[in-house]
Every structure is written in structure tokens, then in C-alpha cells.
């Protein structure tokens, strides 16, 4: 089994910035990629972006520019940097990593932006 520990989230102003955290343990051998998804009320997952062990980065259009993905393959964490965030990014924010072929998941993780 995989577990992933979030931290970070929270209310802040739009504008503002936040970071969140994620650490995994457990049966990580074979981790790739690892990354965050958001889920709003009534839609469906999305992906926010992501990281492989090799360091290429993907993320959501409506992100980009404004967030920053990080990892630390000796820590097996991931963090994302959000800046100039918007009351659209509210959302529970989940972290993702992918061990061989088999995708675990955070317990997630609130972020709201007021206007």
C-alpha cells in the first residue's frame, strides 16, 4: 500500500498564494509520476498538474503561468507553488501518485478563494 499525506490548503484572498505538499510512504517502489487533481462541487476530477521522476511537468492550461509543480525524488514529495490564484481555483485539491501501473490518491485537501 501507498499512503500520501497532503498539507497546506486553506482561504485566501484572490490574488494571494498558497502551497500544498504532499509526502509518500509505503510500497513506493516503482513511484513515477506524481502530481494534483482538483474535484469542484458537481465536476468531474481534473488534473492540475503533474511531475514524472525524470522532472517533465504537465499542467492544466487554466494554471499555467501561475502554478509551479516541484518534486523531491529523494524526500518522494511533491509540492505545488500557487500564485495569483482566483476564486475559480476553489476546489479540494487531491495528490496523485502513479507506483508501476496503479494510481493512489490523498485524502484531499481545501483551497478557497474569495473575491
Known amino acids: 500500500q501507498v499512503q500520501l499525506v497532503e498539507s497546506g490548503g486553506g482561504l485566501v484572498q484572490a490574488g494571494g498564494s498558497l502551497r500544498l505538499s504532499c509526502a509518500a510512504s509505503g510500497s513506493i517502489f516503482g513511484l513515477n509520476a506524481m502530481g494534483w487533481y482538483r474535484q469542484a462541487p458537481g465536476k468531474q476530477r481534473e488534473l492540475v498538474a503533474r511531475?514524472?521522476?525524470?522532472?517533465?511537468?504537465d499542467y492544466a492550461d487554466s494554471v499555467k503561468g501561475r502554478f509551479t509543480i516541484s518534486r523531491d525524488n529523494g524526500k518522494n514529495s511533491v509540492s505545488l507553488q500557487m500564485n495569483s490564484l482566483k476564486p475559480e481555483d476553489t476546489s479540494v485539491y487531491y495528490c496523485?501518485?502513479?507506483?508501476?501501473?496503479?494510481?493512489?490518491w490523498g485524502q484531499g485537501t481545501q483551497v478557497t478563494v474569495s473575491s
Open positions: 496523485n501518485a502513479l507506483v508501476f501501473t496503479r494510481n493512489y
Open positions: 511531475i514524472t521522476r525524470g522532472g517533465n511537468m
